[in-house]
């Protein structure tokens, strides 16, 4: 039987190409393994950071007052009390110049003084007390109008009662106004000063006959 093989399909004559290709695929792999390079394995941790929703303390902000300062010392009054000078000097004086030292001389007698007046008792108490023109209303009605509260004392919130003595004469004048007890920032020279500008008072009455009593009054300062 005859054989219908071609020689295109014969692959003897092709051993040496196939060859070669396969040391040249031989020789790549060769090549690659050792340019092949190998990395170590490594452990990654992850870290979760973990919040803590742990409410911040607020420090409440406090206002530090200040302390107002403390009211000036109230200034010393003086009184001046002016005294009727009505003493008579007698500038008749006699001069003997023919005097020597066997002159007799007479013994200096001084003029008799004149008896002073004393000054009229001041009461405490009477059977009828002075009082005011209208009663205790009309007085504090009074001093509410004429009263002006002092700067320095609204400024450094001073407020209270103001005790004033004074003495109410026979014909109802108002005299020798002091201040008891005060409370400073100019509160006191107030209460004195709308004292010292009242009317004439009702006077007191001890056995029918108008007196000198003394009086003690409270002003009040209130901050409204």
């Known amino acids: ?17 196939f ?15 050792f340019n ?8 990654v941790t992850l870290i979760k950071q973990q919040v803590q929703n742990t409410p ?33 000097v007698n500038d008749n004086v006699d001069i ?33 007390m002075p009082s005011f023109p209208g009663g205790m209303g009309a007085l504090m009605k009074y ?4 009263i ?3 700067e320095l004392a609204k400024e450094s919130g001073i407020q209270g009662r103001v005790f004033i003595n004074f003495v109410v004469e026979p014909d109802g004048s108002i005299s020798h106004v002091k201040v008891l007890r ?14 010292k500008s009242m009317p004439k008072w009702i006077p007191g009455k001890q056995r029918g006959k108008p007196v000198r009593v003394s009086f003690n009054l409270p002003v009040k300062f209130t901050l409204e």
């Open 19 to 33: 060859f070669e290709i396969g040391l040249v695929i031989a020789l790549a792999l060769v090549f690659f393994s």
């Open 96 to 128: 003997d110049v023919e005097a020597d030292m066997n002159t007799a001389v007479s013994d200096y007698v001084p003029p008799e003084e004149e008896d002073s007046v004393p000054e009229q008792h001041i009461f405490m108490v009477v059977e009828q």
């Open 148 to 150: 002006h509260y002092p």
């Open 1 to 17: 039987m005859e054989s219908r093989k071609t020689p295109k399909a014969d692959l003897e004559n092709k051993k040496a190409i």
């Open 182 to 195: 005060g409370i400073g920032g100019g509160c006191d020279e107030e209460a004195v000063r709308v004292v």
């Open 143 to 146: 001093l509410a109008t004429h």
């Open 56 to 88: 911040e303390e607020i420090v409440p902000i406090t206002e530090q007052k200040v302390k107002p300062p403390p009211p000036p010392p109230p200034k010393a009054v003086t009184q001046i009390k002016i005294v009727n000078n009505d003493v008579k």
């Open 36 to 43: 092949y390079k190998s990395y170590k394995a490594r452990t």
